[in-house]
């Protein structure tokens, strides 16, 4: 998102400004003085993303080295790539998590990014304003919770001695095993992430179908199309660059599957069927002391993801689409 | 079942140690033993260990006794010592400090007048971060990870290379506690010399033990509930065990007799004998979890479990065990022996203990507690300001009969306690202030009480009975690096296990695979070092 934005601006910019010298290039120098103000504004972010998300990339050199938090990283040995044996190998726990991610990842590209679509199509066909304000508060509104505090609702609801279970224990109904049942772990935490933060999610859709011209629909029904035909010729085009760029970049993050959500809920369900990469990597390194090889996979992770996000684009791309950023 | 070596706690009880308790009353001699205790006889020879000068203020109503009964107090006494005359951290400045704590976090210094109090008794900013005791490896790994430590820190007994964590990044204490250096730190002199074994490392002292007394975990019961439904609060066998637990049960009414399999595992390996994390075989070692007892004791509780005498959400559950234990949704929890005060004066019930039968009432096992509960390392420094962090905590660790000692556990009289008859009550305000986790920075030795008689006794009577069958752990004062870098690695590995077990999602056949797995991921690498 934020390098589309510059780059469609610039055009406009420059309209704005007569060129210099009679349509004459401006040279780089030329350029940067006149945005000086603007880079102003922008630098203490640019200062913050290079000091919060670059230098600490450079922290990732412990996944060639066998790091103590006892002795420094220069200090620690290099160990060369031996940390990616257990991806190289095949650690059976490693490969668990790997499987758990991946599916878990394909269920909920295919069951969860379509709903806020769906559901901000209804939203954008509710007439009255009042009524369409009130539920989108009310959609909203489960996206503020912390994890912790979806998952304990979901506990207390539908938990082994949640509200439902103690209630049919008292009235001899059949009980729910829900919570703690490894076969519906996927479901469950799929139901939780659209259950949260589906609302949220119709945001920017909703703002992509604002600029729909509404001519656009006049022209349809004078066509003689009804809603449906609105629909696919009108509304879906206006928002697929949108849905191709959020596509692309949930790929990038195919292999991050809620960590907060999953390590709050391993517990009762167990490692076999709750451990993604993440965890993963959290048991190993931080709770298991192995950081160095917990370094590795997190890395692996990195690189696949950023892999895949210049795949999908190069994809978008030869669709014709703009995807995350334009051609080079 | 019962080890025949000699262990440290024994060693101390036949030289020095039973000498010196026999001296002074009201001291206790602390248990050793524990998975992850690597005090190191190997590691630690050639340093000598802190002197024990037992520090008998108070005489106690009930004396210790020399295998590890702890001494009972009926009532705080009234007349107190000053301990310190000055300011312990007159100097310091800012102290920062990390620990744990098991209860709601207290107020910040800033609206916390009890905090203020102790700053200005001890003469520094303590500047305390209390994390939660179950997030606390995490939290202490990412600390030490980041570099920057505080002035004294908590190190878990399963924080991983613990060895390596203390000699290279912590203060080395023992010019400052060794041998008679101790003497200038009375109450850090007042730590039995059990507790010390795990601090010391490659020829040095590295840390203040937490220390513990060698009772270890207890199955608390609610004796009242026990008495309501006319159950037997004394099981002599398994089966008369699990009868109560069922007659504790009523699913309908959401009452359950346990909230957590773990505890109920060891409770029914320690009826069938299971060894103390270890068993020597002439000059190997066997795994407690290697003999069979120890896969029945798994396959037992998943029986229990199966006849729903668990909380539902017990299989990995986070469950708030005292609370539900005090709310009598559960009626049996095991926990450590200090909890007994701590649920009985939290709770308004009937805390019962019940002490471990024979699997077909033979004789059982109790396991020794660890020395420890923790460490308390310093960051490097000049030796002064050593001295003042020492000076601190000696002041932290004074014992029953010291104005420090009431500050400490009730704060200021009149604001945060009053005196009624000679029980000290907290204030409304003393119940929210005073809840500094002072007592894991450093704590003087448990004794029992002060409390009620009738609860003192309970505990003692309690003592008395398990006391004859306390097993050590044969592997205690063996060092074993990989047993102290892998701790948690291998126990997640068997928490695992034992769940999937219980739970009825695997086989109790699984368990073999599963030690199989333990072994090669380290069981057997730490076999290696035990047998040197």
Not at chain 1, 80 to 86: A, E, M, Q, T, V
Not at chain 1, 122 to 141: D, G, P, T
């Amino acid at each position: 998102m934020v390098t589309v934005l510059p780059r469609r601006a610039r055009p406009s910019s420059k309209a704005a400004d007569p060129p210099v010298a009679g349509g004459k290039q401006q040279s780089s120098a030329q350029r940067f003085w006149r945005d000086r103000f603007l880079l102003l504004i922008g630098l203490p972010g640019i200062v913050l993303l290079i000091l919060f998300h670059y230098v600490p990339l450079l922290g990732n050199v412990i996944a060639f080295k066998d790091y103590q938090p006892y002795l420094t990283i220069p200090e620690s040995p290099w160990v060369g790539l031996d940390n990616f044996r257990i991806v190289i190998d095949g650690d059976p726990e490693f490969v668990n998590a790997l499987v758990n991610t991946l599916v878990i990842s394909f269920v909920q590209l295919v069951l969860v990014f379509p709903v806020p679509i769906g559901l901000a199509l209804l939203l954008n066909s509710l007439m009255s304003e009042r009524l369409k304000r009130i539920a989108q508060s009310v959609l909203y509104l489960p996206h503020f919770m912390s994890w912790v505090i979806v998952v304990a609702i979901f506990q207390h609801m539908l938990g082994n001695a949640g509200l439902y279970n103690t209630w049919a224990r008292v009235h001899d109904l059949p009980l729910l095993s829900i919570i703690g049942n490894p076969d519906l772990f996927i479901p469950l935490i799929t139901s939780q992430v659209i259950w949260k933060d589906a609302g949220w999610g119709t945001i920017i859709f909703l703002a992509a179908m604002s600029r729909v011209d509404t001519q656009l629909y006049e022209s349809v029904a004078v066509d003689g199309g009804g809603r449906m035909r609105q629909l696919w010729h009108v509304t879906l085009p206006t928002i697929r660059p949108v849905i191709v760029l959020l596509l692309i970049l949930r790929l990038g993050d195919v292999l991050s599957v809620g960590f907060e959500q999953i390590f709050l809920q391993q517990g009762p369900v167990g490692l076999d069927a709750s451990e993604v990469l993440d965890t993963y990597v959290y048991n190993r390194g931080i709770v298991g002391g192995n950081w160095g090889a917990a370094a590795a996979v997190g890395l692996m992770k990195g690189l696949i993801g950023t892999v895949l996000v210049l795949a999908a684009n190069k994809v978008a791309h030869l669709f014709g689409e703009r995807g995350v950023y334009a051609k080079w | 079942m019962r080890s025949t070596d000699v262990s440290r706690r024994h060693f101390l009880r036949m030289t020095g140690g039973a000498g010196l308790l026999a001296m002074t009353s009201g001291t206790v001699l602390a248990g050793c033993g524990g998975s992850s205790d690597p005090g190191s006889v190997k590691a630690t020879a050639d340093v000598t260990a802190p002197d024990y000068v037992p520090y008998g203020l108070v005489k106690p109503d009930l004396a210790a006794t020399a295998d590890g009964v702890m001494a009972g107090y009926f009532k705080y006494p009234r007349q107190l010592i000053d301990a310190y005359k000055d300011k312990p951290g007159a100097g310091a400045g800012d102290v920062s400090i990390l620990t744990n704590m098991f209860n709601p976090a207290p107020p910040g210094v800033g609206s916390n007048a009890y905090w203020k109090a102790l700053n200005d008794r001890i003469g520094a900013n303590l500047d305390i971060t209390m994390t939660p005791a179950a997030d606390y490896v995490s939290k202490l790994s990412t600390v030490i990870a980041g570099g920057d430590l505080p002035d004294l820190m908590l190190i878990a007994a399963k924080l991983p290379n613990r060895a390596e964590m203390l000699t290279r990044l912590c203060a080395d204490l023992t010019e400052f506690v060794s041998g008679k250096a101790i003497r200038d730190y009375p109450f850090l002199a007042n730590l039995p010399t059990d507790s010390w074994l795990p601090a010391m490392y490659k020829g040095g002292i590295y840390a203040l033990p937490i220390s513990r007394s060698v009772i270890g975990t207890i199955m608390f019961s609610r004796q009242d509930l026990i008495t309501a439904r006319s159950l037997n609060p004394a099981p002599v066998s398994f089966a008369e065990f699990s009868e109560v637990a069922r007659g504790l049960t009523d699913a309908k009414a959401n009452k359950w007799a346990f909230g957590s399999p773990k505890g109920v595992i060891t409770f029914i390996g320690n009826m069938l004998g299971v060894p103390n994390v270890w068993k020597k075989d002439g000059d190997s070692f066997v795994s407690e979890l290697e003999v069979p007892e120890r896969k029945e004791a798994v396959a037992r509780t998943a029986e229990l479990v199966k006849q729903g005498v668990f909380h539902p959400d017990a299989i990995g559950g986070k469950l708030q065990l005292r609370d539900l234990f005090g709310n009598g949704t559960i009626a049996l929890n095991s926990d450590g022996y200090a909890a007994w005060d701590i649920l009985a004066d939290t709770y308004p019930v009937e805390v019962g203990a019940m002490a471990v039968p024979g699997f077909d009432g033979g004789k059982p096992v109790q396991r020794e507690g660890t020395a420890i509960f923790a460490l308390t390392a310093f960051k490097k420094a000049d030796p002064d300001r050593i001295k003042q962090l020492l000076r601190i905590c000696d002041w932290l660790a004074a014992p029953l009969g010291t104005s420090e000692y009431m500050f400490r556990r009730f704060g200021v009289e009149g604001t945060d306690y009053t005196w009624k008859g000679d029980v000290p009550e907290r204030t409304g305000v003393g119940e929210t202030q005073v809840k500094l986790p002072l007592e894991y920075v450093a704590d003087a030795p448990h004794v029992l009480g002060p409390s009620t008689e009738q609860r003192v006794k309970a505990q003692r009577a309690y003592q008395e009975k398990i006391v004859p069958n306390l097993l050590a752990n044969p592997a205690a004062a063996l060092y074993s690096a990989t047993s102290i870098s892998k701790a948690d690695e291998l126990d997640k590995l068997i928490n695992a296990a034992e769940l999937d077990i219980v739970s009825g999602r695997k086989p109790i056949d699984s368990w073999d695979e599963a030690v199989a797995n333990w072994r090669r991921r380290g069981g057997d690498q730490i076999r290696k070092e035990l047998a040197g």
